[in-house]
Each structure stands twice: as structure tokens, then as C-alpha cells.
């Protein structure tokens, strides 16, 4: 089955959360017998037996006159044995995302795995500090430019000056660079 796309979220660094939770219910009914071989029952049965069908009363001529037929009924018998069975599962997914860098910011967009039954993250844009963060721009990237150098040979004993420039490519508006030089 494909992946669906549930929801796009939107949340930012310096110690916030964000957090969400998903609860998905399957509930399944049935109705079947509840013999293997089927416990229904269906019968017709008719009984016979003596009935009045006629009578006539005479007056002057003294007596009555009447006749029997045989009575017949029938009886129809219906038995059905079914069982009904509801089973409910039930899933809940949690999580937390957070960052606690102030000036982060991230989109990302949540999949819902059918097969596995699990969220999937994947990160569309934003701006973070940390570089391996994929699809978010630098919120630091370091550069360091020599704007000036010794001309010419450095003995031993004479000192090697540089200057050098170094600054932020990345999208934030400081950073905290550290240049460390061994002497």
C-alpha cells in the first residue's frame, strides 16, 4: 500500500517541544453460524386427524345431520443458531520534537506506514545551527578568508603574522565562531 501524507508541521528551537498524538480505532463485527456444520434446523410436519366440516340442523324432520372429514394442519419449525462477534483494535502513536537551539526553525512532514503502522518525519525546509540537518539552511557556516600574508620568507626566529578575515555565510545573524591557534 502507498504511503499517505497526513500533516505538515512547523515548529522552532531554543527549548520548545512540539508534540502530537494519533489514535486510530478498527472495530470489526460479524455475524455467522455458530456450528461448523451449521446448527440450523428447518422442518415441516402435518398431522391428520378427525375434524367437523358440516352441519345441518333439520326442523320438523327431527335430527341433525353432520360430517366428518379429517383434519389437517401443518407446523412449519424454524431454528437458527448464529453467534455475533465484535472485535475493536486500537493504535495510539506519540511523539515529541524539539530543538534547543534559539533561532531554529523546521517544517516537516509526517507519513502514516500502513504496513508498518508507524510515523515517518521527513524534513522539507527551515534553518538549523547543526549542518547534517537535510533540507534546512545553515543557520552557521564558517568562512575564513587570509587578507593578508608574509611576502617573503619567515626565518625561525622572526614572528609569521596573518590577517584574516572570518565570517558567517549562513542565514543567522551571529554566530559563535572560534578560532583556535597553536603557537
Request: hydrophobic fraction near 30%.
Amino acid at each position: 500500500q502507498p504511503i499517505e501524507q497526513t500533516s505538515r508541521i512547523q515548529f522552532s528551537g531554543g527549548g520548545n517541544t512540539f508534540s502530537m498524538s494519533m489514535v486510530r480505532d478498527k472495530l470489526r463485527s460479524g455475524i455467522h453460524l455458530s456450528c461448523w456444520h451449521g446448527c440450523n434446523y428447518e422442518s415441516d410436519s402435518t398431522i391428520h386427524g378427525p375434524g367437523l366440516d358440516e352441519v345441518q340442523f333439520e326442523g320438523l324432520g327431527v335430527g341433525t345431520k353432520t360430517q366428518f372429514l379429517p383434519l389437517d394442519f401443518n407446523i412449519h419449525v424454524t431454528h437458527e443458531s448464529t453467534s455475533e462477534k465484535d472485535e475493536t483494535e486500537t493504535t495510539e502513536i506519540g511523539f515529541v520534537l524539539g530543538d534547543d537551539n534559539t533561532g531554529d526553525e523546521f517544517v516537516v512532514d509526517l507519513f502514516f506506514d500502513e504496513k508498518f503502522r508507524t510515523i515517518i518525519f521527513k524534513t522539507v525546509g527551515g534553518q538549523s545551527k547543526c549542518p547534517h540537518e537535510q533540507n534546512t539552511a545553515a543557520m552557521e557556516d564558517p568562512s575564513l578568508l587570509i587578507t593578508n600574508r608574509p611576502l617573503q620568507h619567515v626565518f625561525p626566529d622572526e614572528d609569521m603574522v596573518f590577517e584574516i578575515e572570518m565570517k558567517n555565510l549562513g542565514v543567522g545573524e551571529e554566530s559563535q565562531f572560534v578560532l583556535y591557534a597553536q603557537h
